[in-house]
């Protein structure tokens, strides 16, 4: 087969397995369409890696793949998400997001239209959360090897928080902060995948939390622990924390914010939101003496809760009538690819 | 659908998009599968990531995706690769290879048994690299929507070179090193798939490069660019770097080693070795005074060329009967999914 034309009509290229094979198309391919959205100083097409100024302070390092299904959702699409959530699992370690690796997996037939849409998505999310994509690679497997397109990124960020944040610096007393309202993320992708249409869209929550956590900082807060509620929701994050810590997590179910919208769609389609996954959404702990400054510095944060030395590992949840129940970490699989 | 016993019995589990679903399961295959095999002081479990010590030196930083098929290959699985390639982007740079993370996308269905094979490989591999597998993440997708196994790994290393490793540093003049034998990972991969043995099995070259690469540092080689010869084999490689530096490379057919087997094989095969992937050799640009040291240090090293100020951006081939002819990149795909 010969490739002369590889981009013959803008409207309807696709991907072909050559693009993958680390040749001429593979070159265009990044020529085209990666470096422009990635451009940075840092970025050394010609290398295969990026090289990286020293660091006098800790650095975190995390990962994630995005497999989200449908591609694009109201609110953004897989590329703002592959960005934002790497972004999010760094700010979380009370680290400054700096510097991302992207790593694509595209099935062979996807249009090229479609990988600009993704790109130039998180060249937008890069930008808004102030970091740079400075190494990354594409594979292509044949059609109906993959679907469309998955995405890994790395980050590396410089840790800011002055005391490491982690459910071991969690004590007895701490109260548990909740960014904003939560269930947004999961009940739009459902929404698309079940073709419900809801008054008024709901939009995923998908934003870089690096800011709010900065402000937290900025202001002094001691921020014993932070987490992000992705896959598995509020519930299963809190359940994580209080195993890893050993303590008791009670929380208020009347204090815990849910969009009417989202409440009414998660009662159609039979979701708690408790367990709805999001992507713009953390809770802090912190000393009960930085509550105020903490929620001042928030502007949607509520308190929802308190940790408590018994019964250790669980998270206990009292509801609007005033009865206590446990809340169990998510079992099975409430939503699948739902990052 | 209950899951009290997700793991029945050993020879026939199977992953379920819960394993992926962020709450019980996931936590189990990470526990049960992860956790032993990558245990190490940062791998912090209740963390979204790892928290990394400060470095004085600059860092490199690199990933890759592994789609390999098939999964098990003579020499082999797609768990060694990943760990390898990676470890290998970073010895290019010229960077000690520290810390990887890993993320894996699974199909629905996939046998448990043979995700441990993977993960044991890529537990080996890192230790014989001496790199640390420090953070990681878990996807399934369904059935049909992967193909097993989808690996990918980013790295983060300490530069150790005293000046930039780069195709910018290559001056004219420059010795073209080869590391050893070319073509053994592409055949090995197709062989397999293609159902065909050769006489005596051709195994994958996959290998770390660091220690070859310490090595030429520790005696003292100027190391102007180094290249690991993976998709497009060396040929493709060294036209990457003719046209990043603007300069002529010329190379001597008669000096690359190629495994008498691997010959016989790419013929039958319909294969150009030079257009091969390798997943343990590289090429070593280096001023002409150190190529005797350059040699001694590797036990398998041939100097295959010399750069050349014209004709900028071309790589020339003398054949065995002396004509000259240029080397052209891959183009098209001659092997997908080779790594």
Not at 188 to 215: C, H, K, N, Y
Not at 256 to 283: H, K, M, T
Request: charged share 20%; with cysteine; glycine share 10%.
């Amino acid at each position: 087969m010969k490739l002369h034309c590889p981009f013959p009509a803008a409207s309807e290229e696709h991907i072909l397995l050559a693009h993958g094979g680390g040749g001429r198309l593979t070159q265009q391919l990044i020529d085209r369409v990666f470096r422009p959205a990635f451009a940075n100083p840092l970025q050394q097409a010609e290398h295969d890696g990026a090289i990286l100024p020293p660091a006098s302070a800790h650095l975190a390092f995390t990962t994630d793949s995005y497999v989200v299904h449908p591609l694009v959702f109201p609110g953004g699409n897989i590329g703002d998400l592959a960005i934002n959530g790497t972004v999010n699992d760094l700010a979380m370690c009370g680290a400054r997001p700096l510097y991302l690796s992207a790593g694509f997996i595209l099935e062979e037939g996807l249009l090229v239209k479609t990988l600009q849409v993704v790109v130039s998505a998180m060249s937008a999310a890069a930008r808004r959360a102030g970091v740079a994509v400075v190494t990354g690679d594409t594979k292509v497997v044949e059609r109906g090897k993959a679907d469309g397109i998955f995405i890994n990124t790395a980050g590396v960020g410089i840790v800011e928080a002055p005391s490491p944040v982690s459910p071991a610096a969690i004590a007895s007393g701490d109260a548990v902060i909740l960014s904003g309202d939560i269930g947004a993320h999961g009940v739009a992708i459902l929404s698309v995948r079940e073709g419900l249409e809801f008054e008024g869209e709901i939009a995923s929550d998908t934003a870089p939390l690096w800011q709010e956590v900065r402000s937290l900082l900025d202001a002094g807060i001691e921020l014993h622990c932070l987490r992000d509620l992705t896959r598995g929701g509020l519930a299963t994050s809190l359940n994580e924390i209080a195993v890893a810590r050993g303590a008791a997590i009670r929380i208020r179910e009347v204090a815990i914010p849910v969009r009417e919208s989202v409440q009414g769609a998660c009662e159609i389609l039979g979701l708690d939101p408790l367990y709805v996954a999001n992507e713009g959404r953390f809770v802090a702990f912190v000393p009960e003496r930085d509550v105020t400054r903490a929620l001042a510095v928030l502007p949607r944060g509520v308190r929802i809760g308190t940790v408590h030395p018994d019964p250790a590992g669980l998270v206990l949840l009292e509801s609007r009538i005033g009865a206590t129940r446990m809340l169990d970490t998510l079992t099975g699989e409430q939503l699948p690819r739902i990052c």
